[in-house]
């Protein structure tokens, strides 16, 4: 203790100036925007650095399960691709969905064979959380990247999340498991009766479909995919299956509260595409429209 105590006072005057420096610093970023925005931007940076890193190093520990999960995922995107009615274009690692218009105008000018949809661009999750209420991924990709604001994160087993926040070289995506999260889902079997599916929390395997009339005989098993009534996700990703019975919802007693068991499990995700709608812009301008007529 006697020695720690002549070391403390030999060198006081230089403890002394790194706290002050230290206190300074605090004072400077946490009451002044722009340097308080400055350091958030360059922490933000380190940060997701640091993630990335950190992320090669176990991407290289499990590289084996990872090889045979990406052979599974490749087998399944081939039967999803045979079955389907739209072609995915390859451009480095970025694809386009597009349509074939089976309209046969007589004039050639109006035909239109091919029309981009969306476009998917790879991306890797850096920093996943699952344990909260409101749940957050990292990715390491950004606006350098082509990515959007309020874009869809899909994987080929299911949905992941919705950018929100974008950096140059990375961006924050708020998970499924997140409190505010909504998304529109249907059940093909009944005719696309669609719904709102929320996370109340507690199992990260599990989510709740609401607003689906009580008149469908839904039963467990039965698939749930995207809607496509929103300009998010394009109709026809798979979200998972019915896990139980559905319950008549308390608050509402012509609908069901459905458990659905996500077929993407949150806590694995590694590997995911991003899903630009390309046509966002003319829709959101179409409705702006709208909106100001009335």
């Known amino acids: 203790m006697g020695n720690l105590l002549r070391l403390l006072f030999k060198n006081g005057g230089f403890v002394v100036f790194v706290l002050t420096?230290?206190?300074?610093?605090?004072?400077?970023v946490a009451f002044n925007d722009k340097q308080g925005a400055v350091w958030g931007h360059t922490a933000g940076k380190?940060?997701?650095?640091?993630?990335?890193?950190r992320q090669k190093t176990m991407d290289y520990i499990?590289?084996?399960?990872?090889?045979?999960?990406?052979?599974?995922?490749?087998?399944l995107l081939q039967e999803q691709l045979s079955n389907a009615k739209s072609v995915q274009v390859p451009y480095r690692d970025t694809f386009f969905v597009v349509r074939f218009d089976s309209l046969i105008a007589q004039d050639s000018i109006r035909r239109k064979t091919v029309r981009p949809l969306y476009e998917f661009?790879?991306?890797?999750?850096?920093?996943?959380?699952?344990?909260?209420?409101?749940?957050?991924?990292?990715?390491?990709?950004?606006?350098?990247?082509?990515?959007?604001?309020?874009?869809?994160?899909?994987?080929?087993?299911?949905i992941?999340?919705?950018?929100?926040?974008?950096?140059?070289?990375?961006?924050?995506?708020?998970?499924?498991?997140?409190?505010?999260?909504?998304?529109?889902?249907?059940?093909?079997?009944y005719g696309n009766a669609f719904g709102?599916?929320?996370?109340?929390?507690?199992?990260?395997?599990i989510m709740l479909l609401k607003y689906i009339p009580k008149?469908?005989?839904?039963?467990?098993?039965?698939?749930?995919?995207?809607?496509?009534?929103?300009?998010?996700?394009?109709?026809?990703?798979?979200?998972?299956?019915v896990e139980e019975e559905p319950v008549i919802d308390s608050e509402n007693p012509y609908f069901f509260n459905i458990k659905i068991r996500l077929s993407q499990s949150m806590a694995t995700v590694q590997d995911v595409h991003v899903v630009n709608n390309l046509f966002t812009d003319k829709i959101e301008a179409l409705e702006q429209r709208v909106k100001n007529e009335q």
């Open 215 to 241: 008149h469908f005989p839904v039963k467990p098993g039965d698939m749930v995919e995207t809607s496509g009534l929103s300009q998010i996700f394009p109709k026809g990703i798979p979200i998972g299956k």
């Open 121 to 158: 661009i790879a991306a890797r999750v850096i920093s996943n959380n699952i344990s909260g209420s409101s749940n957050w991924l990292m990715l390491n990709r950004g606006a350098n990247d082509k990515l959007a604001k309020n874009t869809g994160i899909v994987t080929p087993k299911g």
């Open 160 to 189: 992941v999340g919705i950018l929100r926040y974008i950096d140059s070289d990375f961006s924050m995506a708020m998970s499924i498991l997140h409190s505010q999260t909504k998304i529109s889902a249907c059940l093909p079997k």
């Open 46 to 53: 380190i940060g997701g650095s640091i993630l990335e890193r």
């Open 21 to 28: 420096q230290v206190v300074c610093f605090f004072i400077i």
């Open 196 to 205: 709102s599916l929320i996370w109340e929390g507690g199992d990260p395997e």
């Open 62 to 75: 499990g590289l084996n399960a990872r090889v045979d999960s990406l052979v599974r995922e490749n087998a």
